[in-house]
């Protein structure tokens, strides 16, 4: 396992014959994370795992300073999970002084659907600035990104088809949610819950589920929004919406999912699941 922190030695580590595989990361890795590098592994050798806190990804007063930093504990899961290379570059190395870090032009499912893009103006900017920055330096053929941030997911695949002579061949990999026994989504952010938010965070996966049964998206999102009042949660959305565009839907006649945003004392948790046609 080689730790690089420059983009010379990135680019020794990965100019190999092999075809390579890339988990981004924020680091403070848990078990949703290593199925990714497993994933990655099983497609492609070396795997590289970057471990990147994003300041432009994060608005004012948001948990950029706060977020959890383990590097030495990550390097070791990343190593066990599968990967060869772990990229753990400084904010200059990504961002050089003086340079500009071009914002690849967001795709409509980052700027229209008035979820994560609403509530984290400027959110997918930073990811679609750093995610394209570190593509252009891993220059993997096969990235994987987890569905548990679902709308990135879907803005990610859709900035490659706009970029697609910029990577030629990458494929976006999806990677399914994992769950703690109870339910809840594994988070880097589930750290910051003492054990009754812990408890009260159960009504975003709960509410995903029970919606599941629902006969209508209306009535799917009324059930989503009283789990959480009922578990004392406040809701920046809980909404059922076309599966491909995020867009709002009448009825259950295409692929759709049920997304949540919602907020535990000042702990704001994502989380979502398909809803059945
Ligand atoms: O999902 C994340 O951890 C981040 O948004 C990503 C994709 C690593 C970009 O910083």
């Not at 980052?110 to 893009?117: I, Q």
């Not at 578990?231 to 491909?244: I, N, P, Q």
Request: hydrophobic content about 45%; some cysteine.
């Amino acid at each position: 396992m080689q730790v690089v922190r420059d983009v010379e030695a990135l680019k020794t580590e990965t100019s190999g014959e092999g075809v390579v595989g890339f988990v981004p990361t924020m680091g403070a890795l848990h078990e949703g994370h290593l199925s990714l590098i497993r994933q990655a592994a099983g497609l492609a050798r070396p795997v590289v795992v970057s471990l990147f806190v994003n300041p432009t990804q994060f608005g004012p007063g948001e948990d950029f300073a706060r977020y959890p930093r383990q590097l030495d504990a990550d390097v070791e899961m990343a190593a066990e999970a599968g990967a060869e290379v772990v990229f753990a570059p400084s904010v200059e190395t990504m961002y050089p002084p003086g340079e500009e870090t071009p914002v690849p032009p967001l795709p409509e499912v980052a700027t229209r659907p008035g979820l994560e893009d609403a509530h984290r103006p400027g959110h997918f900017a930073g990811v679609c600035q750093v995610v394209a920055r570190l593509f252009d330096l891993v220059l993997p053929r096969f990235a994987v990104f987890g569905e548990k941030d679902y709308q990135q997911l879907l803005v990610i695949r859709a900035m490659t088809v706009q970029e697609s002579d910029r990577w030629p061949g990458l494929e976006i990999i999806t990677g399914r949610t994992i769950r703690e026994p109870d339910g809840l989504a594994m988070s880097s952010r589930n750290a910051y819950l003492d054990a009754g938010q812990r408890k009260q965070a159960l009504a975003l996966s709960r509410g995903l589920q029970s919606a599941q049964s629902a006969a209508s998206p209306g009535e799917a999102e009324t059930i989503m929004l009283r789990a959480l009042e009922t578990g004392g949660l406040s809701a920046d959305y809980a909404v059922v919406r076309d599966a491909e565009t995020l867009l709002p839907i009448e009825s259950f006649s295409r692929p759709a999912r049920g997304l949540i945003a919602a907020r535990v004392g000042n702990i704001r948790l994502i989380d979502n699941m398909g809803m059945e046609v």
